[in-house]
């Protein structure tokens, strides 16, 4: 509903051509004192008030008065010239309103008895408004000159009344207007009432939502920057960019609050808060634009951000969630109005313009019963289920009070059945924690072993070494790792097949398996064709030792395999850790790995050795011989 009032301004000061009926027309003072016509002069040569007034009636462009009641006003500046006629026998008072005050740069108005030419002064008023004040002597002819300049063209409504009218319907619309506003200023008191008594985060955003569009709305109606300050031209229309930027922000953020959006899409709640930061880097920028760029930008700001809202609700209604019907009403409702409000300032003829303020206080009220009874939902919907939910823990402690009374009833009539029953319940959970501690030990063994091969897997690996590398370095003990890799492994799945390589895999995970004479030693296939033997209390030599005996048992196996015969070698590289303070299992690791990479560069088939070499320090440097 915010878009709702920004368009309603914006072609309410960017709009061209409009034509409306309004509460007063031009053409007619109670009846009495008739408007025949008026005349229009384009101010081009900037001509001065005495000129205008020596000009002929065929230099002006002449109009019925009663066809339109909207004085165009362009950039360049506009003349008009108004005939006013008494023809009662007593004195009257008129006073000639502008019923639209943003986006007018200058107004003056002067009024020509005989050949005397007096300035009228165009007092603004809190309803966007500027009125001057017009005395009509009996039986007697007045003429008004008009001057009206504006940032682009704009239609100026414009209206003259009678002093009793003018008067009741001013303060009837300050009143009107100060009861729309202070409605909208309870419901953010309402909601700052709501976080003190709960304190949840989104009734805290919804009373800041609330205060700036109460502060949104006070300027449309006319408390704005133009009516506080009117000589600060500079600040003039500031205010609604800055409050339409701010509202945007708390209720985007209200709205993500409120329905949990970070559980539901964390995506799409990354982009609302884009936006919002977005939003508020605009707010300090607005100061380098002119009123009518900021207005521009506002109307978008406006536009996307209801837009926004309703994707907002409608992605919530697709995932069914509570109250997104709800709040996808609200984006249409507003939607609604903005399109309500376009077409009656658009068009004229539809007789809407004279209710634009009420328009807008309808939109921003509606707005905020709607944002109420939502806020109002949620929390019977909340307060409902942690009700069940008191209710159902309630009914459970009841069943078990019941339950409890129940047991001890039949404690008394037979203790020896009651305690035998204990006893067989005790010995089936001890049975079934056995149970289950044997298959969560299976399910860990299976955790830990590579199917294919029959080793232990990567994850194993890491565990084990980092165990063995701490016992080694506690115990002072050697502690060798070989790391073992197919050779030409690529050729035989491209040959044979990957079934045929699997083969190969696991008849190497059984020569290992084979190989590995000590308890201590394990085997662990460590990822694609590559594996590791962990080797404790082992030297240098034992290591090679048993990575030779290993590859040439290995190279001597023939695997049949539909009836073919495959044969295959293995690279070895080994290293040992004897105590190195700055080795660590992963540069064992990598020791290893650079000794296969040797084992492999010098033809493969063979057992390289790396180990590691203490770097020496300067002071040991300058004591070689």
């Avoid at 069940?388 to 047991?407: G, P």
């Amino acid at each position: 509903m915010r878009i709702l009032c920004l368009i309603a301004i914006l072609f309410s000061c960017l709009g061209g051509t409009v034509a409306a009926s309004p509460l007063y027309q031009l053409a007619n003072i109670n009846g009495q004192t008739p408007i025949n016509q008026f005349w229009y002069l384009n101010d081009t040569h900037k001509l001065s008030i005495e000129q205008i007034r020596q000009l002929d009636e065929s230099q002006w462009q002449k109009s019925a008065a009663n066809q339109t009641n909207a004085l165009v006003s362009r950039p360049s500046g506009a003349w008009f010239s108004i005939e006013l006629s008494n023809q009662l026998t007593q004195h009257q008072t008129v006073y000639l309103t502008l019923n639209r005050r943003i986006g007018l740069l200058s107004a003056y108005l002067f009024q020509q008895r005989e050949l005397t030419l007096t300035p009228i002064v165009l007092h603004p008023y809190r309803d966007n408004t500027l009125a001057g004040r017009i005395d009509l002597k009996a039986k007697t002819k007045l003429r008004l000159f008009l001057y009206l300049k504006s940032q682009s063209k704009l239609n100026i409504p414009a209206s003259i009344e009678p002093t009793d009218t003018f008067i009741t319907d001013t303060t009837y619309r300050h009143i009107m207007y100060g009861i729309a506003i202070g409605m909208m200023a309870c419901f953010a008191v309402i909601q700052l009432i709501l976080f003190f008594g709960c304190g949840i985060k989104s009734y805290l955003l919804l009373f800041a939502y609330f205060i700036t569009r109460t502060l949104l709305l006070a300027c449309l109606l006319g408390w704005n920057l133009h009516f506080i300050l009117p000589n600060e031209t500079d600040l003039q229309g500031i205010d609604l960019p800055i409050l339409i930027s701010l509202g945007s922000i708390f209720l985007l953020l209200f709205t993500i609050e409120a329905f949990e959006l970070k559980k539901l899409d964390r995506h799409l709640y990354k982009s609302i808060h884009y936006i919002c930061l977005l939003l508020f880097t605009y707010v300090p920028v607005s100061f380098l634009f002119n009123e009518l760029d900021n207005l521009i930008i506002s109307m978008i700001i406006y536009i996307c951000s209801t837009i926004i809202l309703t994707i907002i609700g409608y992605f919530l209604l697709k995932n069914q969630t509570r109250l997104a019907k709800l709040l996808l009403t609200i984006g249409i409702i507003e939607l609604l109005f903005i399109a309500l409000i376009s077409a009656g300032l658009s068009w004229y003829q539809l007789g809407l313009y004279e209710y634009k303020n009420l328009l807008f206080s309808l939109a921003f009220l509606t707005n905020g019963w709607l944002i109420s009874y939502l806020i109002s939902r949620q929390f019977y919907f909340e307060n409902r289920d942690r009700i069940a939910a008191q209710q159902q823990a309630l009914a459970h402690a009841l069943q078990s009070t019941d339950a409890n009374k129940a047991l001890l009833i039949a404690q008394k009539g037979n203790q020896e059945d009651l305690e035998q029953r204990v006893q067989e319940r005790t010995l089936e959970l001890n049975i079934a924690l056995q149970e289950l501690e044997q298959a969560n030990h299976e399910l860990e063994r299976k955790n830990m072993l590579d199917e294919l091969s029959g080793l232990y897997n990567r994850r194993f690996y890491d565990q084990k070494i980092q165990a063995e590398f701490r016992r080694s370095k506690r115990n002072l003990a050697p502690l060798s790792l070989v790391l073992l890799d197919i050779d030409f492994f690529k050729k035989i799945n491209d040959q044979y097949g990957h079934i045929a390589g699997d083969h190969c895999i696991a008849e190497i995970g059984k020569r290992i398996q084979h190989g590995l004479k000590r308890s201590t030693d394990v085997g662990c296939r460590y990822g694609g064709e590559e594996f590791c033997l962990i080797l404790p209390d082992t030297d240098k030599l034992g290591a090679i030792e048993l990575a030779e005996l290993l590859r040439q048992d290995i190279a001597q196996q023939v695997i049949i395999f539909e009836d073919q015969q495959i044969q295959f070698t293995i690279s070895c590289g080994v290293t040992t850790y004897q105590q190195q303070v700055e080795l660590s299992p992963e540069q064992l690791f990598t020791l290893a790995d650079k000794a296969l990479y040797q084992a492999k560069q010098l033809g493969r088939n063979q057992v390289q050795i790396r180990l590691f070499e203490t770097p020496q320090t300067p002071q040991e440097l300058n004591h070689d011989p």
